[in-house]
């Protein structure tokens, strides 16, 4: 009787075991899908739009929600902006601003017609919503 117990009892720690296994290896190759997507694109990186900042005449600064490290990206990296309305667009960074954490604070960019907008000194509208691409 005590080695028919401990045989179920091995046979069921084999199936949780290999249970385990399959549900590890399904979330690693869905992880590993979702890097080939990004990467086929043939951008460099992708990062979420936070806010823009402007007055009619002058640069537009882009900030990101999740702020990278200084030098990710740097002056005259193109960028591409997607679902953030008159900001979308392809630009090249003209200046990136450090805050004081040593994170990427803002990049400045020239959106042709920015002179035209509204004085918007901070623009939430497309924060969480659009996306910039690293070409």
Do not use: C
């Amino acid at each position: 009787m005590n080695f028919l117990k401990k045989y179920w009892i091995g046979i069921v720690i084999a199936i949780v075991l290999i249970i385990a296994v399959i549900l590890i290896l399904k979330k690693r190759n869905a992880q590993n899908s979702l890097m080939n997507r990004e990467t086929q694109t043939g951008y460099r990186q992708t990062f979420t739009v936070g806010r823009f900042d402007h007055k009619p005449g002058q640069e537009v600064a882009v900030t990101l929600v999740d702020r990278p490290t200084m030098g990710t990206i740097v002056e005259g990296d193109t960028i591409l902006l997607e679902n953030v309305g008159p900001y979308s667009g392809t630009f090249t960074v003209k200046q990136p601003w450090e805050d004081g954490a040593g994170k990427l604070g803002a990049l400045f960019i020239d959106v042709p017609g920015s002179e035209n907008m509204p004085d918007t000194t901070s623009e939430y509208s497309y924060m969480n919503l659009g996306k910039m691409h690293l070409i």
